[in-house]
């Protein structure tokens, strides 16, 4: 099976809540479509909303 390297953001706050690991990568499924991505991007908005500056109710952790 191939693997992936992927950022997973375990929380909000600081660079540190963002971290590197291998993600198994599984073949399509019937009715499914695998899509290469070769740019993305992160805007104000997410950079604020990371930073719970918007909503300070931010206190789940994301996967």
Known sequence: MK??????IYGTGEPE???YETHPVAEPGSGEIRLKVEAIGVGFGECHWKQCCWNRR???VMS
């Open 3 to 8: 693997e992936n390297t992927i950022v997973r």
């Open 17 to 19: 809540v963002m971290k």
């Open 58 to 60: 931010c206190g789940f």
